[in-house]
């Protein structure tokens, strides 16, 4: 048996060979298919293993909560908050909490100015626990402290695109910034941390959260982010279900209503982008299936074509001593080979096409082709081969001798 | 024990409601080394007589054994067997591999034998050389000559050392000087004790025969041993 397959492997190369412009046409179909389903792998493992890493360096166990204002309310000129209030809700009753700090975004203006220079920035206030929660370092100078708050210091923490926006000094610490009229002392430059999906996570200012109430004036209408970091031992589910209820009552909630709040893990959102590049995947996926089985039929074609055209040799070879395994082997093997040479080329190419991709778009994380997907892609091609060949070889396995021979 | 034993052999077909009968209650024995050839116009049954003899087909009804093998009731995959055990097909259109050289065609019938690669080119150039084209081994069945590819069909026929040679019509596509180099080999070959059994209608090469069988619808007309054969230039 062993023999009669490289015997048959052997004729097979020898006819591929022959035919080589057929061949190739023939097996183009299933070159395209695993092409695209290789690039689009590629490409989407490439953003997920990135996303995955990215997310873990964000800390997977923190929470953040948000108001929430659907859209219909939002046209009534209702809006959800979050208040200072909340926030001492969950620091005094809430369990399972590493550390927790509120954000407080500028509302006015978020220009920032050095000199001469202007630019725009993330300005959050916080405190100093956000270090903690958001895993975010300073490389010189320092973070805000628990007495800049106290006493609403006018200092300010910088990633390092707001110091190269604002040209200022490799080291910018006790230089002044400007923003919204008030002058900052800058205590502390933060670490870089490079963009996620095209967001530089450098370009952000952190002041004391006093400091930012302050600015902001109306305390009544501040409505604030609160982003807190699980100890080692709570459950993300149940922190989260205990903060809702928390919430709930204190923003009066009926059982009809719905939440005016939302809380995110990372995790949840490291699921969801998880689910959406599951769902291009599989959907491409399914494209690809389709045209992978369109290959098939091709190479199933041009196999019945070349049984007949071959009817005459098949005669003369059963003539000669060739018994059913062995014409319906050549055939079955010729047609595997086809496809697998498809397979092949197309892995190749999609894989080509996935780093070029991956490299002409700015930012986008480069491709990376897993095991699995190789091992699928040569295992699907060559149960296409054998799916859509096993029809002609039986065909030329079956073939009578005497008509055989007798065929024009 | 003949080599070949035929009892009561027939071979119907149906064409409609029709039944031809091509082989009508066939009786003969062939001893080993004959020289046999079978004559008869066209529809005598003679080709239908060498499909059966070559185990391409199998007859409708009655007893086949050849060397001493009953071979009326194989399937297929068994009639291959002895296809490639115990007969060599030499044809009329030659019936080469076209996309294969006269070695790879000569190696064929051994790669069912399951013998490797290296012993099948060095039998078969043993072949080659035994029907005078050890010089033509590379050469494509379309860049050699007609004498030159019923050659090359007689050395496939001889690799695998059949107990009979069956030709049909081995010459009736050459011209009359290959046709004597070709009658010459197997007159050759049946010196060297091959038994060889030739269906042909020209009068000529049935003259190199010692036995010449004359089929008619179907039955033998008449089974005629005649002398050594005498060379016909």
């Not at chain 1, 490079?194 to 902001?216: C, F, H, K």
């Not at chain 2, 049946?190 to 179907?218: F, N, Y």
């Amino acid at each position: 048996m062993f023999f009669a397959m490289i015997e048959s492997a052997r004729s097979a190369f020898a006819s591929i060979l022959a035919h080589g412009l057929r061949s190739f046409l023939t097996t183009l179909g299933i070159v395209i298919g695993v092409a695209s389903v290789i690039a689009v792998v590629s490409v989407t493992q490439g953003m997920s293993a990135f996303i995955s890493d990215t997310f873990s360096s964000l800390g997977t166990n923190s929470l953040t909560i948000q108001s929430y204002t659907p859209f219909e309310d939002q046209m009534k000129g209702i809006r959800a908050r979050l208040t200072p209030a909340d926030l001492e809700l969950i620091e005094s009753r809430a369990t399972g909490i590493a550390s927790i700090t509120p954000i407080l975004a500028a509302n006015r203006s978020s220009q920032i100015k050095y000199g001469s220079q202007t630019s725009f920035s993330q300005i959050m206030g916080t405190t100093y626990a956000f270090q903690d929660v958001a895993q975010t370092f300073t490389q010189r100078g320092r973070f805000l402290a628990a007495t800049d708050n106290q006493t609403r210091r006018r200092i300010a923490v910088i990633g390092d695109k707001v110091r190269e926006n604002l040209s200022l000094p490799e080291d910018p610490i006790n230089e002044y910034v400007e923003i919204a009229g008030e002058w900052f002392k800058v205590v502390g430059l933060l670490e870089e941390r490079g963009e996620i999906m095209g967001m530089n996570r450098d370009d952000m200012v952190l002041v004391p959260y006093a400091t930012m109430v302050s600015l902001q004036g109306n305390q009544a209408r501040i409505d604030i982010q609160i982003q807190l970091s699980l100890s080692e031992s709570a459950n993300v589910d149940e922190v989260s279900q205990q903060l809702t209820t928390l919430l709930r009552n204190a923003h009066g909630l009926s059982s009809e209503e719905d939440d005016d709040f939302r809380i995110q893990t990372a995790e949840q959102l490291m699921e969801e982008f998880d689910q959406i590049i599951g769902m291009v995947t599989m959907v491409i996926g399914g494209v690809v299936g389709i045209s992978l089985l369109v290959g098939g039929i091709g190479i199933m074609n041009i196999m019945l074509v070349s049984v007949t055209e071959r009817t005459r040799e098949i005669g003369i070879c059963k003539a000669v001593g060739a018994k059913r395994h062995h014409i319906l082997m050549q055939f079955l093997i010729e047609a595997i080979l086809l496809s697998l040479l498809g397979g092949v080329i197309g892995l190749a190419l999609g894989f080509g096409m996935g780093t070029l991709i991956s490299n002409t778009i700015p930012g986008f994380p480069p491709a990376s082709i897993p095991l699995w997907s190789v091992g699928l892609a040569l295992g699907f091609s060559g149960f296409v081969g054998v799916l859509f060949g096993i029809l002609p070889a039986a065909k030329a396995a079956n073939l009578d001798p005497i008509d055989a021979l007798r065929y024009e | 024990m003949s080599l070949i034993n035929l009892s009561n052999i027939s071979k119907h077909y149906e064409m409609g409601t029709q039944v031809v009968k091509a082989l009508d209650g066939i009786d003969i024995g062939v001893e080993q080394n004959e020289y046999l050839a079978f004559i008869g116009s066209s529809g005598s049954g003679k080709s239908t007589m060498l499909n059966i003899l070559g185990c391409l087909d199998t007859p409708t009804s009655g007893q086949y054994r050849l060397n001493d093998k009953v071979v009326e009731n194989l399937d297929q995959n068994a009639l291959s067997e002895i296809r490639n055990q115990e007969i060599g097909f030499i044809f009329q259109s030659f019936n080469l591999l076209p996309r294969a050289n006269a070695l790879a065609n000569v190696m064929q019938p051994l790669i069912y034998r399951s013998i490797g690669l290296k012993e099948r080119k060095r039998r078969a150039m043993q072949s080659l050389e035994r029907v005078g084209l050890a010089d033509r081994v590379d050469h494509l069945p379309n860049q050699l000559s007609g004498g030159q590819r019923q050659r090359v069909a007689i050395a496939r026929a001889l690799v695998t050392q059949p107990s009979i040679l069956l030709a049909d019509e081995p010459t009736g596509n050459l011209d009359s000087k290959t046709t004597i180099e070709i009658m010459r080999l197997f007159d050759e070959l049946h010196s060297e004790g091959q038994t060889l059994i030739i269906v042909t209608h020209e009068d000529e090469i049935a003259a190199h025969c010692q036995r010449i069988v004359e089929m008619k619808d179907g039955k033998i007309h008449s089974d005629s041993a005649v002398g050594l054969a005498k060379d016909s230039h």
